[in-house]
């Protein structure tokens, strides 16, 4: 059964369900002339009919129909002129069109063709042969819708799979970057760029040494955002409030501020991107704590060192006077002596016995200052074993550092 109605348009609808079956919609331009329209109808399918091809340009952009049976006789323009107008919009390119007409000849069918016509049908017409040709040119475009909407989806899955290739080479950017960051202050706009290359807009939060270090995307302080990061800071690692998310890690809390909350999977696949980079700034700041301790502990040592080497040149100069001013004592003893051999009338040999005394106390003077000279090079040594020892010392705890972040660098994904 069909139902039919009339309007100032000048067409009238046939239509009517089949259980189970998608209705077909076909527009028909001045073609209820030439076809029968129960072989159209009798399908179930929905048949506008159009004396005018400008009224049926105009329904076609508001609804796209699934057919057009076009006359290539029509009021105002040809209906190879109409034909050309649907192929002008590139959305209306697959929109299977049949030419009806009185015309057999083969001029006008290659008009047809060549104004983007699908299929061509002349009077006198053969019901069947029409209707095969409307079945043929319907499993058509099936078949093409088919093979756009499969097209689509591919592109659609590659273009989100080069989306997310490129979010993951931003997170591996940041973690190669991190290496560089020798400040709190280099670290932050690191974490930032890596979300600016998300398209992400984020604040941070650190917490260094009993100080809260904050960092913005626009560079804009917000007290509000300050206050969240005291409440969020203990309420667990990852928390989604609105079209915001915040990770939080021991020394490094961000809130993002644009996350994609209308796409579950996108929104998804930040949430872990953010997690990743949020574990690794926060790894780097223990690492920035490490390095910046060890630094502090052996500038205070240098400096130790340094005054135990002013007090060593010290007594080494100290040592080296007295050792002359020794000298210039035993030399004057020794002419005192000489000069009072005259007055005391000792005999040859006591004056050989007190010179050789004189001589042998010289010469034991001299064995304890020449023996004491070798703790210049003693000093030397230890002090170059304990710079040896701080530098160890410190590579070491550098190391020990860097073990424990690749310990910690185990990522939990949300």
């Known amino acids: 059964m069909g139902e039919t109605a009339y309007n100032s348009n000048k067409f ?3 239509h009517m369900d089949l259980e189970g079956r998608k209705a077909v919609r076909i527009f028909c331009i001045n073609a209820h002339k030439l076809v029968d329209k129960d072989v159209l109808s009798e399908n179930g399918d929905d048949v506008q009919f159009f004396d005018l091809g400008e009224a049926c340009l105009e329904a076609i952009q508001k609804s796209t129909p699934d057919l057009v049976v076009l006359n290539t006789e029509t009021a105002s323009l040809s209906g190879f002129e109409i034909c050309k107008k649907i192929r002008e919009d590139t959305k209306l390119d697959h929109l299977p069109i049949l030419f009806v007409s009185s015309d057999s000849s083969i001029d006008s069918r290659l008009q047809s063709y060549a104004s983007g016509g ?3 049908v002349s009077v006198p017409i053969d019901n069947s042969e029409l209707k095969a040709k409307i079945k043929m040119l319907l499993k058509r475009k099936t078949a093409l819708d088919a093979a756009r909407k499969e097209v689509s989806d591919v592109t659609s899955s590659t273009l989100d799979i080069l989306k997310s290739m490129g979010e993951v ?3 591996i950017h940041f973690l190669q970057g991190t290496c560089a960051c020798n400040s709190y202050e280099s670290l932050a706009q690191k974490v930032i760029k890596a979300h600016q290359d998300l398209e992400l807009e984020i604040a941070i939060q650190m917490r260094v040494n009993g ?14 955002e300050e206050s969240v990061f005291e409440y969020i800071k203990d309420k667990g690692r990852l928390i989604d409030f609105g079209q915001r998310t915040a990770v ?8 993002v501020r644009n996350m994609p909350a209308d796409n579950k999977d996108m929104h998804g696949r930040i949430r872990d991107h953010v997690a990743i980079i949020g574990q690794g700034a926060d790894s780097k700041v223990k690492g920035l704590l490490a390095e910046m301790a060890v630094k502090s502990q052996r500038e205070h040592l240098i400096t130790i060192i340094n005054r135990i080497e002013k007090t060593i040149v010290k007594i ?24 009072s051999f005259l007055s005391l009338a000792l005999s040859g040999e006591q004056e050989e ?18 023996s004491g000279l070798k703790l210049d090079d003693e000093f030397a040594v230890i002090l170059k074993q304990i710079n040896e020892a701080l530098d160890d010392s410190a590579t070491d705890e550098i190391e020990e550092v860097a073990e424990e972040e690749l310990d910690d660098e185990t990522v939990t994904l949300f």
């Open 248 to 255: 939080n890690y021991p020394y490094m809390s961000i809130i």
């Open 12 to 14: 009238f609808v046939i």
């Open 118 to 120: 699908d299929d061509y």
């Open 316 to 339: 080494d100069g100290d040592y080296k006077l007295q050792q002359r001013s020794s000298g210039l004592i035993l030399a004057s003893v020794g002419e005192s002596l000489e000069e």
């Open 169 to 171: 080479s931003a997170v």
């Open 353 to 370: 016995y007190l010179r050789g005394f004189i001589g042998e106390a010289e010469d034991k003077i001299n064995f304890i200052f020449d």
């Open 211 to 224: 100080e809260k270090l904050h960092f913005y995307t626009d560079g804009l302080e917000n007290p509000l």
